[in-house]
């Protein structure tokens, strides 16, 4: 009796195993094409506005964060002033008092926020931002030649326009 439960067990695997056929179908990824530099220079962001507390924000149309590059892609924003350009997010010190600047994506759009102690509006109105819209094709890209997305949001802005330029 054991013998017959052995054999139907084994007879039972084996069409399991035959009947379970794995197609080989592999997604197609999307080409990398050309890094979009959404502001091919500095832009000035003028409607800077209280968001509640101590924050001040602003927010730039930008067609090119379509709701891929929202989900899964990648935006990079460069603050500059003078001569420096910093990326964001970063801790501004000033007088002894700490301003964090960050940024929040969504689709069609990217808004700077600056977070410190009494902002005003006007605290932001000689700052230049440049942003580098990604693909999620373009980060695979990236990723595939050894950055990551950590190490993409540490680049330097002269890095990041050698690189995405």
């Not at 990217?110 to 006007?122: F, I, L």
């Amino acid at each position: 009796m054991k013998k017959n439960h052995f054999i139907l067990a084994c007879t039972m695997l084996a069409l399991f195993a035959v009947s379970c056929k794995k197609n080989d179908v592999q997604e197609e990824l999307p080409a990398a094409t050309e890094t979009s530099v959404t502001a091919p220079e500095w832009k000035s962001l003028s409607t800077w506005a209280p968001g509640g507390g101590s924050v001040i924000s602003a927010t730039s149309s930008e067609a090119a964060v379509d709701a891929a590059v929202a989900a899964d892609g990648m935006v990079l924003v460069y603050a500059k002033q003078g001569g420096s350009a910093q990326a964001l997010p970063f801790e501004e010190k000033k007088n002894g008092k700490s301003t964090y600047w960050y940024y929040e994506v969504s689709e069609g759009s990217v808004t700077v926020n600056a977070d410190g102690y009494d902002m005003e509006p006007q605290a932001a109105k000689d700052l230049g931002f440049r942003f580098f819209v990604l693909s999620p094709g373009q980060v695979q890209a990236l990723e595939e030649k050894g950055h990551t997305r950590s190490s993409l949001m540490d680049l330097s802005y002269e890095a990041a326009k050698a690189l995405l330029n």
